[in-house]
């Protein structure tokens, strides 16, 4: 079974900095997509950003500039570098990935991590 494990959330003031990681852990053959989401208090959960194993990224226009992704395949992590957060960025943030569990079945899951409070507050 697949597990996803996220730290580095934490209280920072305005146009401070944070870096999450995510590493995923268990039996499986190969993560596809490793990526972040966020939800705030009463939103949707949406995108922060996410990267394919061939090293091409997305971001969210909310966020571009400020934050970066990147993953270590040797290590099954991805990381959230986060630059001059603002209130606005105040959420949960959820590690996704999309895991190829058996070799060559062609079927991928989706798997969560379990969250961690990002707070941006004077």
């Known amino acids: 079974q697949v597990q996803l494990v996220e730290s580095g959330g934490g209280l920072v003031q305005p146009g401070g900095s944070l870096r999450l990681s995510c590493a995923a852990s268990?039996?499986?053959?190969?993560?596809?997509?490793m990526g972040w989401y966020r939800q705030a208090p009463g939103k949707q959960r949406e995108l922060v950003a996410h990267?394919?194993?061939?090293?091409?990224?997305n971001y969210a226009d909310s966020v571009k500039g400020r934050f970066t992704i990147s993953r270590d395949n040797a290590k099954n992590t991805v990381y959230l570098q986060m630059n001059s957060l603002k209130p606005e960025d105040t959420a949960v943030y959820y590690c996704n990935a999309v895991i190829v569990v058996v070799m060559d079945s062609g079927i991928s899951y989706s798997y969560w991590g379990q969250g961690t409070q990002v707070t941006v507050s004077s």
């Open positions: 990267i394919c194993s061939s090293d091409s990224t």
């Open positions: 268990g039996r499986f053959f190969k993560i596809n997509v």
